[in-house]
């Protein structure tokens, strides 16, 4: 089976850009958890979706935001981006809540 | 709220045992996972544990459980050079859907 796929994996964006990423789950997952990773604060939950709707979200200015389609493909949206968003996102997905989540690679993304 | 404690930091000499520990907060965790990331790479899944298990052993990893204590740690018998990772300990927030993290443990494996 595959595993979790992220695209793309590298972006360089400038400030007040915004960016949008992609996670494809493996298949049969319907919960697609999203989290941030830097030097700084660490691994942080962004948020999850089940079924097309948020069922969970972390503390996270509105800049960030998600979706999830019918086919449980999920995409995560980052507006007006800021030096500070700079981080390695990383997405996870699972067969449920409280189901063992499994990570894709990530994305690298750099604000200049 | 939730918190998850690890050491930084171990440092081990290949063929010995590695043992990283980890403390967590949130005493209705169903789970506990421990995960591992190499440089450049996302997130792999070690090993997990139900929350009321005491142990569980697989091949070279050993994971003990003190849920008076909420301690967490992971045993690596024979560690080999291509063990050195940062490894992470992580237990489900109870709204679901969230893994709350520790800050990891970089373990270097030294020849």
Redesign the interface.
């Known amino acids: 089976k595959a595993g979790?796929t992220?695209t793309p994996r590298y972006l360089i964006k400038t400030r007040g850009q915004q960016v949008t990423l992609s996670c494809s789950p493996i298949s049969g997952h319907r919960?697609v958890?999203w989290?941030q990773q830097t030097p700084g604060q660490?691994?942080q939950?962004l948020f999850?979706y089940?079924s097309e709707t948020q069922?969970?979200k972390?503390n996270f200015p509105g800049r960030f935001s998600g979706r999830q389609f019918s086919n449980s493909r999920s995409e995560m949206n980052v507006s007006t981006l800021e030096l500070g968003d700079s981080a390695l996102y990383?997405c996870?997905s699972?067969l449920d809540?409280?189901e063992?989540?499994?990570?894709?690679?990530?994305t690298r993304l750099l604000v200049l | 709220g939730e918190d998850v404690e690890q050491s930084l930091f171990l440092s081990v000499r290949e063929g010995d045992s590695s043992v990283i520990n980890c403390t967590y907060t949130d005493s209705s965790s169903?789970?506990l996972?421990w995960?591992k990331q190499e440089p450049g790479?996302?997130?792999?899944?070690l090993t997990?544990i139900f929350s009321n298990m005491d142990m569980k052993q697989d091949q070279r990893l050993t994971v003990l459980l003190n849920k008076k204590d909420k301690h967490l740690s992971l045993r690596i018998a024979d560690t080999q050079t291509g063990d050195s990772a940062i490894y992470?300990c992580a237990e489900?927030?109870n709204?679901?859907?969230?893994?709350?993290?520790?800050?990891?443990t970089e373990l270097s494996v030294k020849p």
């Open positions: 979790v992220q919960s958890s989290y660490g691994l939950f999850e089940f069922r969970n972390g990383l996870a699972s809540q409280g063992t989540q499994y990570f894709g690679p990530g | 169903t789970y996972y995960y790479a996302g997130l792999q899944l997990y992470f489900e927030d709204q679901g859907g969230k893994l709350i993290f520790g800050q990891g």
